[in-house]
T-cell receptor, first 112, second 116 residues
Framework: SQQGEEDPQALSIQEGENATMNCSYKTSINNLQWYRQNSGRGLVHLILIRSNEREKHSGRLRVTLDTSKKSSSLLITASRAADTASYFCATTIGDSWGKLQFGAGTQVVVTP | GAVVSQHPSWVICKSGTSVKIECRSLDFQATTMFWYRQFPKQSLMLMATSNEGSKATYEQGVEKDKFLINHASLTLSTLTVTSAHPEDSSFYIC????????????FGDGTRLSIL
C-alpha cells in the first residue's frame, strides 16, 4: 500500500514561477526522499532528508520535513520548462531498509 | 556516477511468451536491487527486493512463479515475466542500492512491456 499522499495531483505554472508540492505519510520514517520522473523514463533522485532534519536545499530545490505533522514539501524556485515532470516522495520505514514506499506523485507542467 | 542500465527499454510480444529484463549497475556494486511496476499515471509499486546470491523477497500479492528474479552478481539482476499475458503489460523499473542507511536508490530507465 502507498505510504504517502501528495498534493496537488497536478500543477501547471509558467516559467519563472515557483512550484510547491506536498507529501504526507502515515508512519514513522527513517528518511524521506524526493524523485523526479520524466515521461516514460526512470526516476532521478533529487533530495534525501533524514528524519532529524527539518530543511534541506539543493540548487533551486528546497525540501522541508515536519515529522510532527508527518508531512514534507518540495519547492522548486524559478521553474523552467525542463522541470516538467512527475515528482514523487518516497519514505523508508522501520527496519525495512531500502524499501521505498512512494506517494501518488504530482505532475508538474511548466510552460514557457 | 551511480548509473543503472535497464534493458530492453521496450518489448512487444505475443501472449504466452516469457520476457527477460536486465538491470545492471554500471559503475558500482549493488548489494540490493529492487523491481517496481508502474501503471499509466500511477505511482511505483514495489514488486520484490533482490539481494545478490539469495532468493528474492516478494511483496504481498506478487506471484513469484510469474515474476522470476535472479540476482547472480553484484552488478546484475534479471526479471523474467513468464508466460506473459496482456494484463502483465506495464512499465517495469529496477533500482539498485548499496547497503547502508540513508542512501538513495539509483533507477534504471524502465522497460515498457506490451503483450498482444
Amino acid at each position: 500500500s502507498q505510504q504517502g499522499e501528495e498534493d496537488p495531483q497536478a500543477l501547471s505554472i509558467q516559467e519563472g514561477e515557483n512550484a510547491t508540492m506536498n507529501c504526507s505519510y502515515k508512519t514513522s520514517i527513517n528518511n524521506l526522499q524526493w524523485y523526479r520522473q520524466n515521461s516514460g523514463r526512470g526516476l532521478v533522485h533529487l533530495i534525501l532528508i533524514r528524519s532529524n532534519e527539518r530543511e534541506k536545499h539543493s540548487g533551486r530545490l528546497r525540501v522541508t520535513l515536519d515529522t510532527s505533522k508527518k508531512s514534507s514539501s518540495l519547492l522548486i524556485t524559478a521553474s523552467r520548462a525542463a522541470d516538467t515532470a512527475s515528482y514523487f516522495c518516497a519514505t523508508t520505514i522501520g527496519d525495512s531498509w531500502g524499501k521505498l514506499q512512494f506517494g501518488a506523485g504530482t505532475q508538474v507542467v511548466v510552460t514557457p | 556516477g551511480a548509473v543503472v542500465s535497464q534493458h530492453p527499454s521496450w518489448v512487444i510480444c505475443k501472449s504466452g511468451t516469457s520476457v527477460k529484463i536486465e538491470c545492471r549497475s554500471l559503475d558500482f556494486q549493488a548489494t540490493t536491487m529492487f523491481w517496481y511496476r508502474q501503471f499509466p499515471k500511477q505511482s511505483l509499486m514495489l514488486m520484490a527486493t533482490s539481494n545478490e546470491g539469495s532468493k528474492a523477497t516478494y511483496e504481498q500479492g506478487v506471484e513469484k512463479d510469474k515474476f522470476l528474479i535472479n540476482h547472480a552478481s553484484l552488478t546484475l539482476s534479471t526479471l523474467t515475466v513468464t508466460s506473459a499475458h496482456p494484463e502483465d503489460s506495464s512499465f517495469y523499473i529496477c533500482s539498485a542500492a548499496v547497503v547502508g542507511g540513508n542512501q538513495p536508490q539509483h533507477f534504471g530507465d524502465g522497460t515498457r512491456l506490451s503483450i498482444l
